[in-house]
Nanobody
Framework: QVQLVESGGGLVQAGGSLRLSCAAS????????MGWYRQAPGKQRELVAQ???????KYADSVKGRFTISRDNAKNTVYLQMNSLKPEDTAVYLC???????????????WGKGTLVTVSS
């Protein structure tokens, strides 16, 4: 069993910053990819940022230059530093990880429950 627990969401004024964290725990052999998705009311869930075990990153065009994703492999934790926040960034942010669960070989997608980010104008 694997659990992902997010933290760091909250209310922030436009132009401000937040740092999200997601810690994975359980029967983890390895984690291939970790990332953040977000979903706003009435909108489709979208990939915000993703990082591989090798450190390669991917960002949505809307957040490039403002958000930075990083991970601590020893702690099975991924972070999302969000700067210059805009009201359009308001959404539930969900952590995602592709986890190789002991004793299996193939990876399995796990999702956190989400943390709410609200950016006021």
């Amino acid at each position: 069993q694997v659990q992902l627990v997010e933290s760091g969401g909250g209310l922030v004024q436009a132009g401000g910053s937040l740092r999200l964290s997601c810690a994975a725990s359980g029967s983890i052999f390895s984690i291939n990819e970790m990332g953040w998705y977000r979903q706003a009311p009435g909108k489709q869930r979208e990939l915000v940022a993703q990082v591989t075990s090798g450190g390669s990153t991917k960002y949505a065009d809307s957040v490039k230059g403002r958000f930075t994703i990083s991970r601590d492999n020893a702690k099975n934790t991924v972070y999302l530093q969000m700067n210059s926040l805009k009201p359009e960034d308001t959404a539930v942010y969900l952590c995602n990880a592709k986890v190789v669960v002991t004793p299996y070989i193939r990876s399995v997608d796990y999702w956190g429950k989400g943390t709410l980010v609200t950016v006021s104008s």
